[in-house]
């Protein structure tokens, strides 16, 4: 079996396919035997729950992540950007890479340190990324995986607020990035602060009141 993922692999389907590989080497195949589809029951009959509840059986359950997400004031398209990069999906040059997509350069474009452009370089492990997100008082344990990183400085940030927050920090970050590429502008932190605030400006407005009035304190005490 050929394995040539170019796409990261979640942890639970990197484990799926090393089971897979392990299995399909273990055996000793037949090529007169006939393969069948066999169910867990014993029950004959198929059906498509049957099928649903054997697959789902011993699934993992997502990270709590996935479903804080979608329940922030941020607009749908920065949750979307926000969930891809949880997914490791977003399009980063490391990514582009991994496509076999030419590039002139794969290297972060917000540092000089000359690091590959990975999500997790990009948005937490650069050091130009870091200067914004401890000027706003969030610090990330690099040595974590990074979903764990996230819950805990979740949990160290201690206000409902952090989903939007961090949201519209990777956004502001994704955006600089792109300028950089794409308008060959240039980037500092003063810049990240005042179009994080214009964000946070307007994410004021969007949000409910539960949420609005946390998140007018929290802008008007750090920026
Ligand atoms: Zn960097």
């Not at 392990?22 to 498509?48: M, Q």
């Not at 914004?132 to 995986?145: D, F, K, Q, V």
């Not at 970050?173 to 300028?179: A, H, K, M, V, Y």
Request: hydrophobic share 40%.
């Amino acid at each position: 079996m050929e394995v040539n993922f170019r796409l990261p692999l979640s942890t639970q389907a990197a484990r799926q396919l090393s089971d897979l590989l392990n299995f399909e080497l273990s055996r000793d195949w037949d090529e007169n035997v006939i393969d069948i589809w066999k169910l867990p029951s014993n029950n004959r009959y198929f059906s498509s729950k049957k099928v649903y509840k054997a697959l789902t059986q011993n699934v993992e359950e997502a990270s709590p992540l996935f479903s804080w997400l979608w329940s922030s004031s941020n607009l749908g398209k920065h949750k979307f950007f926000f969930w891809l990069l949880l997914r490791d999906r977003l399009s980063t040059r490391n990514l582009l890479r991994r496509k076999n997509m030419h590039l002139d350069g794969y290297r972060c474009v917000l540092c000089s340190t000359g690091s590959k452009e990975t999500s997790l370089h990009l948005f937490f492990g650069c050091t130009f990324s870091q200067a914004c997100w401890n000027s706003i008082s969030i610090n990330w344990n690099l040595n974590l995986p990074p979903l764990d990183m996230v819950l805990e400085a979740k949990r160290q940030f201690g206000n409902a607020i952090f989903q939007e927050i961090v949201i519209t920090g990777c956004w502001v970050t994704w955006t600089l990035r792109n300028s950089i590429i794409f308008y060959n502008r240039s980037c500092s932190l003063s810049l990240w602060r005042s179009r994080f605030k214009d964000e946070l400006d307007l994410l004021c407005i969007k949000a409910n009141k539960k949420r609005r009035i946390p998140l007018t304190v929290w802008r008007d005490s750090f920026l």
